[in-house]
């Protein structure tokens, strides 16, 4: 076995070992506050959270659009030569052939989630996590 095939199956196997392990899942239970100003402050984290979802939302399309743009741009970049077995008739990419388009990573909104939750105790609240297996817990009891 040469030394890429035996890179190769390490990573597969390390890849295989790690997907199997254990998941969890993180619920929450809000404990409004008691007083009538932190239930007033409440309001203020929802337009946090919403603000930031907003933001969130716009810097995906931002990235999306400019993605675009770039993959466009070298896509008219392309130079175009005559195929060597049919000319003209069956024009071939000769140079600048490879168009990448960027990748835009998800918008997950646990970061505006974060933040309303420390909003939310800081208004007098109190955040309850818990947190609890919910696949190939079996790996976990018999530790």
Same mark, same amino acid.
């Given at each position: 076995?040469?030394?890429?095939?035996?890179?190769?199956?390490?990573?597969?196997?390390?890849?295989?070992?790690v997907?199997?392990?254990?998941?969890?899942?993180?619920s929450?239970?809000?404990?409004? *506050?008691k007083?009538?100003?932190?239930?007033?402050?409440l309001?203020? $984290? /929802?337009?946090?959270?919403?603000? @930031?979802? !907003?933001?969130l939302?716009?810097?995906?399309q931002?990235?999306?659009?400019?993605?675009?743009l770039?993959?466009?741009?070298?896509?008219?970049?392309?130079?175009?030569?005559?195929?060597?077995k049919?000319?003209?008739?069956?024009?071939?990419?000769?140079?600048?052939?490879?168009? *990448?388009?960027?990748?835009?990573?998800?918008?997950?909104?646990?970061? $505006? /989630?974060?933040?309303f939750?420390e @909003?939310? !105790?800081?208004?007098?609240?109190k955040?309850?996590?818990?947190?609890?297996?919910?696949?190939?817990?079996?790996?976990v009891?018999?530790?």
């Amino acid at each position: 076995m040469n030394q890429l095939s035996k890179i190769s199956s390490l990573l597969i196997l390390t890849v295989l070992v790690v997907g199997c392990g254990p998941t969890y899942q993180t619920s929450y239970e809000f404990i409004p *506050p008691k007083s009538t100003q932190g239930m007033q402050c409440l309001s203020n $984290c /929802q337009l946090i959270v919403q603000q @930031c979802e !907003s933001n969130l939302r716009q810097e995906s399309q931002n990235c999306e659009l400019q993605a675009a743009l770039e993959h466009q741009l070298c896509m008219s970049s392309r130079v175009m030569g005559p195929d060597s077995k049919l000319g003209w008739r069956s024009p071939k990419c000769v140079q600048n052939c490879y168009c *990448p388009r960027r990748y835009c990573s998800s918008t997950s909104t646990e970061v $505006c /989630q974060v933040r309303f939750r420390e @909003c939310y !105790s800081q208004c007098g609240g109190k955040v309850i996590g818990t947190t609890v297996c919910v696949s190939n817990c079996e790996e976990v009891e018999d530790s």
